[in-house]
């Protein structure tokens, strides 16, 4: 087993249940495409009881601009786990093709700005008092990375793919004295839409896949129902990992509230008390677009 021992690898970037409320966060092509100022922001605590669990808490905004096939938004994530707290700040920029035969908008998108990582390893417990890799302090250190990202969405359908980090930010094992966070890409591809099942409600399919070198890929799978466009009530799973359910609310036409509860389905399920996250989302329209409200995704 000495003679097999190498490095773990796992996906780092955090994870939300409500991600269509956040898109930004995940696709910089998404900026702008609500034809609408869009705000929202999540917090997510993971394994509630579980000490050193995953705490992330997102908030993104973004706009089309007067000249509408161009959109800018700014997202940031503050994401903290174990001795390791990151904040991710990015600004967002999309152009988008309009198809006037079926109404779709296919948009590109790039993302540029920077990681803050600060972490004190010296807090974790040693079996092995000389192990050098866990006597490290780093303090805001800063990592820049670029994004990049498509989009295509139709009124009641969307696709997208993307990378919101190229840049792969390795350490070199041999540099312990001066470890750098390691970072590696993260794809994306987002599918769903919804239809309608009857004057009342809708019926929404989403789904997620995540893929990273050398983790296994993560696909949600997300099912909301939506009556009389005020209540959303969902289902969510992700493969091997987690299952879950939501509730969110149009409290008027700008503003909705979000709660999502998660359990896990693996070994660590007894010894937590589940995931708990919240959304809140305010949509505020512009004088020269017509409002929609509300939007599905």
Same mark, same amino acid.
């Given at each position: 087993?000495?003679?097999?021992?190498?490095?773990?690898?796992?996906?780092? /970037?955090?994870?939300?249940?409500?991600?269509? &409320?956040?898109?930004?966060?995940?696709?910089?092509? @998404?900026? +702008?495409?609500?034809?609408?100022?869009?705000?929202?922001?999540?917090?997510?605590?993971?394994?509630?009881?579980?000490? $050193?669990?995953?705490?992330?808490?997102?908030?993104?905004?973004?706009?089309?601009?007067? @000249?509408? =096939?161009?959109?800018? $938004?700014?997202? %940031?994530?503050?994401?903290?786990? $174990?001795?390791?707290?990151?904040?991710?700040?990015?600004?967002?920029?999309?152009?988008?093709?309009?198809?006037?035969?079926?109404?779709?908008?296919?948009?590109? +998108?790039?993302? !540029? !700005?920077?990681?803050?990582?600060?972490?004190? %390893?010296?807090?974790?417990?040693? /079996?092995?008092?000389?192990?050098?890799?866990? &006597?490290? #302090?780093?303090?805001?250190?800063?990592?820049?990375?670029? +994004?990049?990202?498509?989009?295509?969405?139709?009124?009641?359908?969307?696709?997208?793919?993307?990378?919101?980090?190229?840049? &792969? =930010?390795?350490?070199?094992?041999?540099?312990?004295?001066?470890?750098?966070?390691?970072?590696? #890409?993260?794809?994306?591809?987002?599918? $769903? !839409?919804?239809? =309608?099942?009857?004057?009342?409600?809708?019926?929404?399919?989403?789904?997620?896949?995540?893929?990273?070198?050398?983790?296994?890929?993560?696909?949600?799978?997300?099912?909301?129902?939506?009556?009389?466009?005020?209540?959303?009530? !969902?289902?969510?799973?992700?493969?091997?990992?987690?299952?879950?359910?939501?509730?969110?609310?149009?409290?008027?036409?700008?503003?909705?509230?979000?709660?999502?509860? /998660?359990?896990?389905?693996?070994?660590? #399920?007894?010894?937590?008390?589940?995931?708990?996250?919240?959304?809140?989302?305010?949509?505020?329209?512009?004088?020269?677009?017509?409002?929609?409200?509300? #939007?599905?995704?």
């Amino acid at each position: 087993m000495l003679l097999l021992a190498g490095s773990i690898h796992a996906q780092q /970037e955090a994870q939300f249940t409500q991600y269509l &409320d956040n898109m930004v966060y995940y696709n910089p092509a @998404y900026a +702008g495409s609500n034809d609408m100022l869009s705000i929202s922001a999540l917090h997510r605590q993971q394994w509630a009881g579980f000490k $050193g669990a995953p705490m992330s808490t997102t908030f993104g905004i973004h706009s089309p601009l007067k @000249y509408d =096939n161009i959109g800018l $938004g700014l997202s %940031l994530l503050n994401d903290k786990a $174990g001795p390791i707290n990151a904040t991710w700040i990015n600004a967002d920029f999309s152009y988008s093709l309009k198809f006037k035969k079926h109404n779709g908008r296919l948009a590109f +998108g790039i993302k !540029g !700005g920077m990681s803050l990582l600060n972490g004190d %390893l010296t807090t974790l417990y040693k /079996e092995d008092q000389s192990d050098e890799m866990l &006597d490290v #302090r780093y303090q805001n250190k800063a990592l820049p990375n670029i +994004g990049a990202g498509i989009y295509y969405h139709s009124d009641q359908f969307f696709l997208g793919v993307a990378v919101p980090k190229i840049i &792969d =930010n390795i350490k070199d094992a041999n540099q312990i004295t001066d470890p750098k966070y390691i970072a590696q #890409r993260h794809y994306y591809m987002t599918i $769903g !839409g919804y239809f =309608n099942a009857n004057r009342m409600l809708k019926i929404r399919p989403s789904a997620m896949l995540k893929i990273t070198e050398n983790a296994p890929a993560s696909i949600d799978a997300n099912l909301a129902f939506i009556m009389y466009d005020k209540l959303w009530l !969902g289902v969510n799973y992700r493969v091997l990992e987690s299952a879950g359910i939501y509730a969110q609310i149009l409290i008027n036409k700008q503003f909705k509230i979000g709660y999502a509860f /998660e359990f896990s389905t693996g070994k660590i #399920r007894s010894h937590n008390y589940g995931t708990h996250e919240l959304m809140l989302s305010y949509d505020l329209f512009l004088k020269s677009k017509p409002f929609a409200s509300p #939007r599905y995704f």
